[in-house]
Every structure is written in structure tokens, then in C-alpha cells.
T-cell receptor, first 111, second 118 residues
Framework: GENVEQHPSTLSVQEGDSAVIKCTYS??????FPWYKQELGKRPQLIID?????GEKKDQRIAVTLNKTAKHFSLHITETQPEDSAVYFC??????????FGQGTRLTINP | GAVVSQHPSWVICKSGTSVKIECRSL??????MFWYRQFPKQSLMLMAT?????????EQGVEKDKFLINHASLTLSTLTVTSAHPEDSSFYIC??????????????FGPGTRLTVL
């Protein structure tokens, strides 16, 4: 089955700087890679996703890149703001149905 | 659109009792619902997948007789934790997806239920 590895587990950046979180996956048949933001005690919120037929997708300050050959994808947040502080999870899809989550990255934006 | 609700948002129960958690899709038909468990500072772990009208498919290591899942309608799935013990204390989150709602793979998450077993 699919295995998703995420790193780093914690990331601290200065406000205004960029943050990058990386994930690798094992199943070459996976074709959907979402990123979620979760605040303490809240539900995961989809912030961006990418399908395997594209290499990059951008939505304002957030972008995701996908390297199918290397089986890894990354989340890029530019011009970070304090409200970006949260736990971020990547995920891969297994069997066209199940989401397999990475271990999570706790992002802290320092003012 | 694509709103999922859960009830209750939190529950405290005594060891040995059963607790039922409801997951509802409010504005779409959820042909598939998923139940996750999240321990503090950990990731979401899928417990089971349920398709409307079918028996749930449980992940390895999840006891189907302890975590009873019913998905009797296209808008409601329930998770019953039977004979709950302190180690079952966790954050339980459901998600749902349905035809014609966003992308084919996208899941919509409920707000979660925090279960504390004393």
C-alpha cells in the first residue's frame, strides 16, 4: 500500500520568509496529492492539491510541486504570516479512494 | 457547499460504556465516508471506509466489533465505540465524498469529536 513520509516534523521561520515542506510517496500509481492545514482542535482544511498530470500548481502565496519520477511533492509558502502557523499534512491516495497522511509538520511563524 | 457536520463535538464517558458519534453531509450525497482517529500530536489514521448500504471496510489493526460503523443513508454515518476504555480517548474525525462534488478524490472533513474516557 501507499506510504507517505513527510519532513521536517517541525519548522520555524521568520515572518515574511518562505517555508517548504516535503513529502515522498511509495505508490507510483498515486495520482492525487492534497495538502491540509490543521489548527489545534480543528478539522483539516484542504489548502491546495495537485494531480499527477501537472508538475506545479499555485494559489496566491501557496504552491505545490510534484516530481513523479522521484515520487516526491512539496508545499511552498511564501511571504509567511503569523496566521500560517499550524500543522500541515500531506497525503497520497491509495487505491483511488483512501487518503494516506504524512506525519505532519508543525510550522511556527515568528514575528 | 460540501459541508460535513459531526455530533457531538466532545463527549466524556465512563470506562465500559458505549458512545455513538454521528457524521452528516449537509448539502451533498456522501456515497463514501471515512472515519479517522487522531491522537495528540500525531497524524490522522484511517480506521475504516464505509460505502452507503454496504459493510464498512476496516483498516488493519482496527477491531470491527469495537468500532461499529453504520452508513445507512447517503447523508449519515455513525461510529459507535463499544465498551470504551481510556486508551480509546482520541479525536475522531469523519470525512465524506460524493459524486459531482469537487474533484473525484476530494474528501470533506467534519469538525471532529473529542472523546475522553474516564
Amino acid at each position: 500500500g501507499e506510504n507517505v513520509e513527510q519532513h521536517p516534523s517541525t519548522l520555524s521561520v521568520q515572518e515574511g520568509d518562505s517555508a517548504v515542506i516535503k513529502c515522498t510517496y511509495s505508490d507510483s500509481a498515486s495520482n492525487y496529492f492534497p495538502w491540509y492545514k490543521q489548527e489545534l482542535g480543528k478539522r483539516p482544511q484542504l489548502i491546495i492539491d495537485i494531480r499527477s498530470n501537472v508538475g506545479e500548481k499555485k494559489d496566491q502565496r501557496i504552491a505545490v510541486t510534484l516530481n513523479k519520477t522521484a515520487k516526491h511533492f512539496s508545499l511552498h509558502i511564501t511571504e509567511t504570516q503569523p496566521e500560517d502557523s499550524a500543522v500541515y499534512f500531506c497525503a497520497g491516495i491509495q487505491g483511488a479512494q483512501k487518503l494516506v497522511f504524512g506525519q505532519g509538520t508543525r510550522l511556527t511563524i515568528n514575528p | 457547499g460540501a459541508v460535513v457536520s459531526q455530533h457531538p463535538s466532545w463527549v466524556i464517558c465512563k470506562s465500559g460504556t458505549s458512545v455513538k458519534i454521528e457524521c452528516r453531509s449537509l448539502d451533498f450525497q456522501a456515497t463514501t465516508m471515512f472515519w479517522y482517529r487522531q491522537f495528540p500530536k500525531q497524524s490522522l489514521m484511517l480506521m475504516a471506509t464505509s460505502n452507503e448500504g454496504s459493510k464498512a471496510t476496516y483498516e488493519q489493526g482496527v477491531e470491527k466489533d469495537k468500532f461499529l460503523i453504520n452508513h445507512a443513508s447517503l447523508t449519515l454515518s455513525t461510529l459507535t465505540v463499544t465498551s470504551a476504555h481510556p486508551e480509546d480517548s482520541s479525536f475522531y474525525i469523519c470525512s465524506a465524498r460524493g459524486p459531482g462534488v469537487a474533484g473525484v478524490n476530494e474528501q470533506f472533513f467534519g469538525p471532529g469529536t473529542r472523546l475522553t474516557v474516564l
